[in-house]
């Protein structure tokens, strides 16, 4: 049991082939309710205009990076409880740390595959739920 077919997902990154990728990954798993944002400001701006059940949001982009999405995120109480994972190149030890430590709920490195893609949503949503 995971995320409903149904859940609304945002993918915030800067490159438009990763964004086809998740989009595509996700569309295997059976979710096709997936917005798309160019970096952490549209990110952020897309998610006070509509609630999302889920982000996957990339570290290294322009205007604002991921990590301080995420921090805006948590600091805001409407967004606070939206599931975040990050999905970056940044394999660092202390950067998975950082991720964690500003409220990811997971971390994806990439490439990755729509198992990897389900195993993390799954064990996210169980942290959510409980």
Same mark, same amino acid.
Do not use: C, H
């Given at each position: !049991?995971?995320?409903?077919? %149904? ?11 990763? $964004?086809?990728?998740? +989009? ?7 979710? %096709? ?14 998610? $006070? ?11 290294? !982009? ?12 948590? +600091? ?9 994972? !990050?999905?970056?190149?940044?394999? +660092? ?16 490195? $990439? ?6 893609? +389900? ?9 959510? $739920?409980?």
């Amino acid at each position: !049991m995971g995320f409903p077919a %149904n859940s609304k997902i945002l993918t915030v990154d800067d490159t438009g082939t990763m $964004k086809k990728i998740i +989009k595509s990954l996700l569309a295997q798993l059976g979710y %096709n309710n997936v917005d798309e944002a160019e970096n952490g400001k549209d990110g952020l701006y897309k998610l $006070k205009q509509s609630k999302y059940d889920l982000v996957f949001l990339d570290w290294n !982009m322009p205007e604002m990076d991921g990590i301080t999405l995420l921090q805006e995120i948590r +600091k805001d109480p409407q967004l606070k409880d939206i599931p975040v994972i !990050m999905v970056t190149a940044e394999a +660092k030890k202390e950067n998975v740390l950082l991720a964690i430590q500003s409220g990811a709920n997971n971390y994806i490195v $990439k490439p990755f595959t729509a198992e990897t893609l +389900k195993e993390k949503m799954d064990k996210v949503w169980q942290q959510i $739920k409980g």
